[in-house]
């Protein structure tokens, strides 16, 4: 998709919630999305778009400043992505970083060229006016740094503060023209005073009210949402999963029992997953729960299946036909069965009465990292499309609600503790839709394969947490290839499963780090999985980071 075609997202923050708001706008740059991330922890709410979308587009947002990001273009290459001047006459400051000060520069009657050195990774600063932007900082500062072309000669009007090892000028301001640049990078960890210059830009510069939180937030959505929906139906499809359960609870506080919501058991989950959920929903918040025990008919539908895109294709489909046909019942009033699949329902849905009539809104959990990849970026490698319910169909008649949509997953996080969910959903870590069927790697999925799997990972969740470490960790599972080995145990000959421990660290999961477990917890999971799991005689560690492996295995 080029840049001209790429969609231009939604403003995902409603437009009578009143908060102050600047603008990130991308030029392709890997952190881009993390600009737009530290802003919103200096408390002040922004969005990311992509760089075409035009001067009337960022005014319709009302922004008190607009950022640009980095990127990794030449200025004077043919093709790279523009600066419509248009912006700066928009009357907020502008503040560009690397790329975008490139940009400013070029436009603005500065002179930028290709350095014969280029500068990345870690640089000194030198600073040599502190103006409004740099005030109260070192004159000496380490930084991050990512870029060939450098700009030698500030805009006209704008001053000099600061310089590097290979950058003349690596930042400038022009207080009267509301023109600001930095050529390192802000938003990174390794530049220690990053979070500073921005919070200054925003406060001192946009004189924005840093007061924006997720958690603040929750009792507006959920004004918002009863305006939305009024007196109709509402259905979720509920996974578990920390965003789903998010979006259910903040809706069920809105509408009470006009919400119904759907857990399919796939036969998939961790142990005790279902049970948490039921009691969670069904019996803590008291939230209308449809659960459909489909264990069987996801076995029957795995036999046979080795190849994981079958697998993975295998457990959606089926997924997506069982909750359309329970959303069908809930919409139309009943009739319809699912064969192979149990019901039980809680709350104020019940067997033997009609199933709510008129399903008109169906809740996802969609979240801003979301918006962002299916129609926010222009130039990142990645960018993927999101359809939240698994890819129910184009003419599925459901309007959306989706409370989340502004949110990243660390938001999210803030709004389920604000609004009563249990810190265990709160901070469950990430797990897959089609759950332990991508961690059966190399063969057929069998009732055998998932029994033990689940049981060795009960294990390592069970220990990780003893151990104090699972927020420390992105995510920790097990996989269970189908390779067997030989081993022995009580003096007897054993040829049993191998199963391979799998954690890591990570901010985004786009990169990701082996977390260095300590010896005595692994000794320790190990030995109770050898131990306690039959089936199991051989326990392996995978210390891949990624790139070059991925975090799933499949």
């Known amino acids: 998709m080029t840049d001209a075609?790429?969609?231009?997202?939604?403003?995902?923050?409603?437009?009578?919630?009143?908060?102050?708001?600047?603008?990130?706008?991308?030029?392709?740059?890997?952190?881009?999305?993390?600009?737009?991330?530290?802003?919103?922890?200096?408390?002040?709410?922004?969005?990311?778009?992509?760089?075409?979308?035009?001067?009337?587009?960022?005014?319709?947002?009302?922004?008190?400043?607009?950022?640009?990001s980095g990127g990794p273009a030449s200025v004077y290459s043919p093709d790279a992505p523009p600066l419509d001047p248009r912006l700066l006459e928009l009357g907020v400051p502008v503040l560009g970083i690397c790329y975008g000060m490139q940009l400013l520069a070029k436009e603005l009657g500065g002179r930028v060229e290709s350095a014969e050195v280029g500068e990345y990774g870690r640089s000194q600063l030198t600073v040599t006016e502190h103006g409004t932007l740099l005030k109260g900082q070192p004159d000496d500062q380490p930084a991050w740094m990512s870029h060939r072309d450098t700009v030698f000669t500030p805009p006209t009007g704008a001053v000099a503060l600061a310089s590097s090892t290979s950058s003349p000028v690596a930042a400038f301001e022009s207080v009267e023209r509301g023109i600001y640049g930095i050529q390192y990078h802000p938003e990174v960890v390794h530049t220690p005073y990053g979070q500073q210059t921005l919070q200054t830009f925003l406060r001192d510069v946009c004189h924005c009210s840093l007061d924006w939180s997720a958690a603040n937030i929750?009792?507006?959505?959920?004004?918002?949402?009863?305006?939305?929906?009024?007196?109709?139906?509402?259905?979720?499809?509920?996974?578990?999963?920390?965003?789903?359960?998010?979006?259910?609870?903040?809706?069920?506080?809105?509408?009470?029992?006009?919400?119904?919501?759907?857990?399919?058991?796939?036969?998939?989950?961790?142990k005790n997953e279902t049970e948490q959920v039921e009691k969670t929903f069904g019996e803590h918040f008291k939230v209308p729960l449809v659960v459909v025990d489909?264990?069987?008919?996801?076995?029957?539908?795995?036999?046979?299946?080795?190849?994981?895109?079958?697998?993975?294709?295998?457990?959606?489909?089926?997924?997506?036909?069982?909750?359309?046909?329970?959303?069908?019942?809930?919409?139309?009033?009943?009739?319809?069965?699912?064969?192979?699949?149990?019901?039980?329902?809680?709350?104020?849905?019940?067997?033997?009465?009609?199933?709510?009539?008129?399903?008109k809104f169906l809740v996802q959990g969609t979240l801003y990292s979301d918006v962002i990849e299916s129609g926010g970026g222009t130039g990142a490698a990645t960018i993927k499309s999101h359809h939240n319910v698994g890819g129910l169909p184009d003419d599925m008649t459901f309007a959306l609600v989706e409370p989340l949509r502004a949110l990243f997953k660390d938001e999210v996080r803030a709004v389920g503790t604000e609004i009563g969910l249990p810190e265990r959903m709160v901070w469950r870590q990430p797990f897959p839709g089609p759950g332990l069927g991508i961690r059966i790697v190399g063969g057929e999925i069998t009732q055998e394969k998932l029994d033990t799997l689940r049981e060795c990972d009960a294990i390592l969740q069970e220990e990780i947490r003893a151990a104090g470490l699972y927020r420390d960790l992105w995510q920790s599972f097990c996989v269970l290839p189908d390779v067997r080995t030989v081993g022995v145990q009580g003096d007897k000959r054993t040829y049993g499963y191998v199963v391979a421990i799998r954690a890591v660290t990570s901010d985004d999961a786009m990169t990701a780090d082996w977390a260095r477990l300590p010896y005595e917890l692994l000794d320790k999971v190990a030995g109770r999985m050898v131990g306690e799991v039959r089936e199991v005689n051989r326990v392996v560690l995978d210390i891949t980071s990624k790139p070059p492996g991925t975090i799933e295995w499949e």
């Not at 139906?233 to 919400?259: N, P």
């Not at 080795?306 to 069982?322: D, H, S, V």
């Open 218 to 270: 929750a009792d507006e959505q959920i004004r918002l949402i009863r305006e939305q929906v009024g007196d109709g139906k509402v259905i979720c499809g509920l996974s578990g999963g920390v965003d789903s359960s998010v979006a259910a609870l903040l809706v069920h506080q809105a509408v009470g029992d006009q919400l119904t919501c759907v857990y399919v058991d796939h036969g998939l989950m961790r």
């Open 294 to 359: 489909a264990k069987q008919r996801f076995l029957e539908r795995l036999r046979g299946l080795t190849e994981p895109e079958a697998k993975r294709k295998a457990i959606g489909n089926e997924f997506i036909r069982i909750f359309e046909e329970e959303a069908l019942k809930l919409a139309v009033g009943g009739g319809t069965e699912v064969e192979g699949a149990e019901t039980k329902t809680f709350g104020d849905v019940h067997a033997d009465e009609p199933a709510p009539e008129g399903a």
């Open 5 to 68: 075609e790429t969609p231009v997202p939604v403003n995902p923050l409603p437009a009578d919630l009143k908060v102050d708001e600047v603008v990130v706008l991308d030029f392709g740059g890997q952190y881009s999305q993390l600009i737009a991330r530290r802003v919103r922890e200096c408390g002040v709410f922004s969005e990311l778009l992509p760089h075409h979308v035009g001067p009337e587009e960022v005014a319709r947002r009302k922004p008190k400043g607009i950022i640009l």
